[in-house]
């Protein structure tokens, strides 16, 4: 088979290598705004962690999409499905030695997001459920643990102001609830086939979309507001951010090449961390 442009990109999005990328950019965007420096193992974990998680979402994920399998992104995950098992055994064996690691107070604080993240993906619960195949749950789940893991956890262990986590957790979970909510509208289809109701299928596309750009409002706000502390940095990057997905999530409504979604709207994860090193 010759390798093309086209397949480099589609084992990069699809084995979750790029969506494991962006959550080590979040974290490293929350501690370079407060002066820390990384913790290497920890950035180990989130990533092999991530790519786990997603990695299993996707292998299992196959058999709830069996009418779409040879469409769009499922015919890519099919192609490259022991791409992502080998990937996925090689995160879970990472994500596992790095855990093992960690001071007791940490796996502690970790548990919770790694407990939601698997069944998230298992399908332990009656008729095959997953935690992602209740109506409405999953974009809330997807918003908490990404904030827990990317920025409430890593403030908590330095001893920043609770006060500051808790407004800069709420502004992140606004955050992905937004950038999900695209994701939502995009699976439509695959979503009412398996009788999940989400805020698209309730609300429709153009209200949806209302939703996301005023939960993006909302985190500049937040931003702006925690900006009157001068010690508190990074807020014109974070604002920038939020403004080009602002335009991006504006932008979906007609789209449906995946590419769009699992990589500009996902990659809009990684632009804090440009930007504080392009505008700061």
């Not at 992104?73 to 996925?88: G, L």
């Not at 007609?254 to 504080?276: C, H, N, Q, R, V």
Request: include cysteine.
């Amino acid at each position: 088979m010759n390798i093309t442009i086209r397949h480099i990109i589609n084992l990069y999005l699809y084995s979750s290598l790029h969506i494991g990328l962006c959550c080590v950019f979040l974290y490293l965007f929350t501690i370079e705004r407060f002066g820390l420096e990384p913790d290497y193992p920890y950035v180990i974990f989130i990533l092999s962690s991530t790519v786990f998680t997603y990695s299993i979402h996707r292998i299992i994920g196959m058999n709830k999409v069996r009418k779409f399998e040879h469409q769009g992104r499922f015919a890519v995950i099919s192609e490259y499905r022991m791409h992502i098992i080998i990937y996925a055994v090689i995160g879970g064996l990472l994500c596992a030695y790095t855990y093992l690691g960690f001071p007791f107070s940490r796996m502690k604080m970790l548990l919770f997001a790694g407990v939601i993240s698997i069944l998230y993906a298992l399908p332990i619960f009656g008729k095959s459920m997953r935690l992602r195949d209740f109506s409405y749950i999953k974009i809330f789940l997807i918003a908490m643990v990404w904030a827990a893991v990317t920025e409430s956890i890593p403030l908590y262990e330095v001893g920043t102001d609770p006060y500051v986590i808790s407004m800069l957790f709420l502004e992140r979970v606004c955050f992905f609830i937004a950038i999900t909510i695209p994701f939502d509208i995009r699976d439509i289809e695959v979503d009412t086939t398996n009788n999940v109701r989400t805020i698209p299928s309730s609300l429709g596309k153009n209200r949806s979309i209302t939703l996301a750009i005023i939960l993006l409002v909302c985190c500049i706000l937040i931003e702006l507001y925690l900006s009157q502390d001068s010690q508190f940095t990074g807020y014109t990057s974070a604002i920038a951010a939020y403004i080009v997905t602002s335009i991006l999530i504006m932008l979906v409504k007609d789209k449906t090449e995946d590419y769009y979604f699992s990589g500009l709207l996902d990659g809009t994860i990684m632009l804090p961390l440009a930007f504080l090193h392009f505008i700061n």
